[in-house]
């Protein structure tokens, strides 16, 4: 998957958590997901926690996360 298209399931709605990144429209936002992978979950017990959640996903997070630190 490219880099565009893993961007492209980054979200960011005023109306949903106050306009922070989410991904795919729901309400989880990248930060959170950050914050479980920081914690010691992997992305396969993310994905179990939350059914919609797919492994392409956790990796948009990562690469936005990227994006967002690099100059």
Do not use: F
Request: charged share 20%; glycine share 4%; proline share 6%.
């Amino acid at each position: 998957m490219t880099s565009e298209a893993l961007l492209a399931r980054i979200t960011h709605d005023p109306k949903l958590l106050n306009g922070q990144a989410c991904i795919r429209g729901y309400r989880l936002s990248v930060a959170q997901v950050l914050d479980l992978l920081a914690a010691g979950s992997n992305p396969s017990t993310l994905c179990q926690v939350y059914p919609w959640l797919e492994d392409a996903d956790v990796r948009a997070c990562l690469l936005y996360a990227r994006q967002r630190l690099t100059p």
